[in-house]
């Protein structure tokens, strides 16, 4: 009774037009469950709309896509001390490399496997985070040629991220990059993929796209700015979170609601019961914060707390349309009247990637691929899709 619905015609819309916006390759990042999304559905479905391969943080998350039957490129860039490097190897894991002592376990690793694997290397330009120091280039890439000499490791890629700290800031980063990759090519390495754009750069610096972007929030149709980059960008958001209402009840004026009656009703109210609450995604600081559900394509405010499994919302305004068994949506496509992502995302002082990768195991995953005319046709188009392909 709740569902993640993700949109297939959308995914296919927005990797298409991520594509055409940079000119590159796109590397689909599915971390965190595909941002919450569902990576078991969000991986194929990337791969089908023409991305190059996927990424996720952890061998965890590669291991269950592999599980899954996923069998495109995963590459992984997060590793703890005691990684499993035979693992790695047996799995087909591309490991996005920041060290000597990582790469040296992994040609350890592949040596005992009888074979070759393919990796990257991830330079820190400045991020102070993941990734080679520049300190460190030097012996990483000496290490990276003779591993490839040795032939035990392909190096297929060179990557950095950037700290999306301004124009100036990402330009200054590039350059660092930049002279990495020629000193790594100067060692003999080809490290023909070379990607440092995330959404945020794809979508406002095409320049900075190199051979492929490696976008994760972008392909979610969503945008890592205040700005609306993907809206302008005409991305769809793929995530349509939706419930039903299962109870309906009219409360008398002056009835609390939910816990602590934090909300009480001023008029006799009709409240419908909806079975999502902070179990499932649903902040609980999202009470009485103004916040609606669209049921029917009309808005309804949530009152009284959102509990763990269930909130209510009134639907006075609905009465004899709004009944048990309605849909609700609690964000999808605003250009469909529904509430965008963000409007949760403002009253909890936090960002739209938080809210969709917080979305609770108890919700399904369900996909989705209704045809979606496209924004430039007019709405009362009548003729059918197959029609207008013939
Ligand atoms: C999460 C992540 C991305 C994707 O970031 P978006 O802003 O969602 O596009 C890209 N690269 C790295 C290294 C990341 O950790």
Redesign the pocket.
């Known amino acids: 009774m709740r569902f993640a619905e993700v949109s297939l015609s959308a995914i296919r819309h927005n990797i298409a037009a991520l594509r055409a916006h940079t000119g590159a390759g796109v590397i689909v ?1 599915v ?1 965190a469950n595909a ?1 919450g999304h569902g990576a078991a559905i969000v991986a194929p479905a990337v791969i089908a709309a023409g991305a190059e391969m996927v ?1 996720v ?1 952890s061998i965890e998350e590669a291991a269950v896509l592999r599980e899954s039957g996923f069998n495109a490129p995963i590459l992984c ?1 997060l590793h703890a001390e005691h990684l499993d490097y035979g693992a790695v190897v047996r799995l087909g894991v591309q490991l996005g490399m920041s060290s000597v002592a990582q790469l040296n376990r992994l040609a350890v690793a592949a040596r005992s496997a009888g074979t070759v694997a393919c990796a990257q290397l991830k330079l820190d330009t400045g991020l102070s985070r ?1 990734g080679a120091a520049p300190d460190t280039w030097e012996t990483l890439f000496a290490a990276a040629a003779s591993a490839e000499r040795a032939g035990l490791v392909r190096i297929t890629g060179v990557f950095s ?1 950037l700290a999306n700290a301004g124009d100036a800031a990402d330009r200054a980063q590039a350059a660092r990059f930049d002279a990495g990759v020629r000193l790594l090519r100067a060692h003999g390495v080809a490290a023909p993929l070379r990607h440092l754009a ?3 750069a794809a979508l406002s610096s095409p320049h900075l796209a190199y051979d492929a972007v ?5 392909a979610f149709g969503l945008s ?1 700015e205040q700005d609306g980059g993907a809206a302008v960008l005409g991305l769809r958001p793929v995530m349509t979170f939706a419930t039903e209402i299962i109870s309906l009840r009219w409360a008398a004026t002056g009835a609390g609601v939910s816990e602590g009656f934090t909300h009480t009703c001023r008029r006799e109210s009709l409240l419908a019961q909806l079975p999502v609450g902070f179990g499932d995604g649903m902040p609980r600081a999202l009470s009485d914060t103004g916040l609606a559900v669209s049921i029917g394509g009309e808005r309804a405010p949530v009152v009284g707390q959102i509990a763990m499994d269930e909130c209510v919302v009134d639907v006075t305004h609905l009465a004899g349309r709004a009944l048990v068994g309605s849909r609700a949506v609690l964000f999808g496509d605003p250009a469909h009247g529904e509430p965008a992502v963000e409007e949760w995302a403002e009253r909890l002082g936090t960002i739209n ?1 938080e809210i969709v990768a917080g979305i609770g195991p108890r919700v399904r995953r369900v996909s989705v691929d209704r045809g979606y005319p496209p924004r430039e046709a007019p709405i009362h188009h009548s003729r059918p899709l197959r029609e207008r392909e013939v």
Request: glycine letters at 6%; hydrophobic letters at 50%; aromatic letters at 16%.
């Open positions: 990042v971390k941002y990424a943080a860039w993941n991220h995330a959404s945020a490696r976008i994760g929030l972008a890592p990637y």
